[in-house]
């Protein structure tokens, strides 16, 4: 039941030689799958910038061997590299997605896409002590920190799925449709929901598979 979940995926790609060196290196000194899926979670969280202003949806991109050649990634991206390192560490792993409001750090973003829905947010489930457990490791602290909003925690046995109020009790993120889990990214239902929900940008989406805003100032504050 649970072996398509430990196998490679074309983008959770766990036989990949740089993604199981990149386990490798963030694990081998924690003895217990528990302390090492959660280290794996923190070298994601925070050793990746969260980045939604460069997003690539080219079939490469997305894959897990790919965001380890750089700092940088949004929610799929990184959410389907934590899914890969557990697969690498024996833990079996699935994505999940869902459309949000109130994403963190996207206010130039919603400018351009013409709502605040952000559609496909991506996240992880791991099988961990008898139940899948929902893991988010995707704001990294620099960011939570400078967006005044409580970073996510993650103890390696409960659920780390969203941050729902930002510290002074505002609410920060809701999910608002849920499309369900795949033991791999599920691409053309990405695009397709990309399109039907920002058909103003369809052209821009199929032709060039790629919405770059080319505002790197636009976190220079944020990463200050």
């Known amino acids: 039941m649970l072996e398509k979940y430990l196998n490679p995926g074309t983008y959770i790609n766990s036989d990949h030689p740089d993604v199981i060196r990149f386990v490798q290196e963030k694990t081998a000194r924690y003895d217990t799958v528990n302390d090492k899926i959660k280290a794996l979670y923190y070298a994601v969280r925070d050793g990746f910038w ?67 829905l952000l559609v496909f947010h991506g996240y992880a489930e791991i099988w961990l002590n008898d139940q899948w457990v929902k893991v988010t490791p995707v704001f990294n602290k620099g960011l939570c920190d400078k967006l005044n909003v409580e970073p996510l925690e993650f103890d390696g046995h409960e659920h780390a799925v969203f941050q729902q109020y930002s510290k002074s009790g505002g609410k920060f993120m809701e999910y608002v449709h849920d499309y369900g889990t795949f033991n791999d990214i599920p691409y053309d239902m990405f695009i397709d929901e990309l399109v039907r929900h920002y058909p103003h940008l369809a052209k821009v989406i199929i032709d060039q598979r790629s919405i770059n805003l080319n505002v790197p100032e636009s976190l220079s504050a944020i990463k200050s």
Not at 66 to 90: D, T
Not at 99 to 111: F, P, Q
């Open 50 to 116: 969260y980045d939604p202003y460069r997003l690539d949806f080219t079939k490469e991109a997305i894959k897990a061997s790919h965001i380890v050649s750089r700092n940088y990634g949004y929610c799929i991206e990184k959410s389907g590299l934590f899914a890969a390192g557990a697969r690498v560490l024996g833990v079996p792993s699935r994505m999940g997605f869902a459309n949000v409001k109130n994403h963190i750090g996207t206010a130039k973003l919603e400018e351009v896409l013409k709502t605040n």
